[in-house]
């Protein structure tokens, strides 16, 4: 094979590899930025405000998250994990001893079903006690329905955020690969046009004459 055909197939080769990896990054970069946009608005939409740096509590102020966006709105994924994890999973714990509201499900069921029993023998003291016991862990699961899910939402554009770092972050290598590519398939062509058509590529030594 002829050098000069050899450089023009690499070369050529190398830019429309370059070319693919350049549309991969802009497909890339426009899910990034889709992302970034829908994160972002959805969260406005909520309309969540930090507590400001003056009335944090003491356990709050040990986050480092909550004292950096004290005062600002929720708009991003960083930010959304901050709130859900040590704003909301925070004040959780506080509740029920932090129990989970299946684990207060069950806390629930059994009030429910002592209370039954105190009706059925007649005690109307230690039932008006579990009436109260139960109202309370009612109230407390409640609460904590809406916190998880809360949470559970906010982690979820967390991660859709993520995705969309990930996607530009991989866009900037593919972005990086293209050019290189690029450069390395044009130096290809260039040898190609300075190389004489009649030079060929890998020609074995011509064998020495021998003595």
């Known amino acids: 094979m002829k050098r000069k055909t050899l450089d023009v197939i690499v070369g050529f080769g190398l830019v429309l590899l370059a070319g693919l990896l350049l549309i991969a990054g802009v497909v890339l970069t426009s899910n990034a930025n889709f992302a970034d946009d829908y994160v972002k608005t959805q969260l406005a939409q909520q309309q969540i405000t930090f507590k400001t740096a003056g009335t944090l ?8 998250c909550l004292v950096q966006y004290a005062g600002q709105q929720l708009n991003s994924g960083k930010q959304a994990e901050c709130y859900a994890n040590e704003f909301i999973g925070l004040h959780l714990k506080s509740i029920a001893g932090g129990k989970t509201y299946a684990q207060l499900g ?3 069921t059994d009030l429910k079903n002592q209370l039954t029993t105190a009706q059925t ?6 039932a008006t006690d579990l009436q109260k016991q139960l109202t309370d862990v009612n109230a407390q699961r409640e609460t904590v329905f809406k916190g998880e899910t809360l949470r559970g939402l906010l982690l979820t554009s967390y991660g859709f955020s993520e995705f969309g770092t990930k996607a530009a972050q991989a866009a900037i290598v593919a972005y990086t690969a293209a050019g290189l590519l690029f450069l390395l398939g044009a130096a290809g062509l260039i040898h190609a046009a300075r190389t004489p058509k009649s030079q060929g590529f890998a020609v074995p030594e011509p064998e020495l004459a021998r003595n």
């Open 57 to 64: 509590t003491a356990e709050e102020q040990k986050s480092a």
């Open 121 to 126: 023998a007649g005690d109307s003291a230690k």
């Open 106 to 108: 069950d806390v629930q």
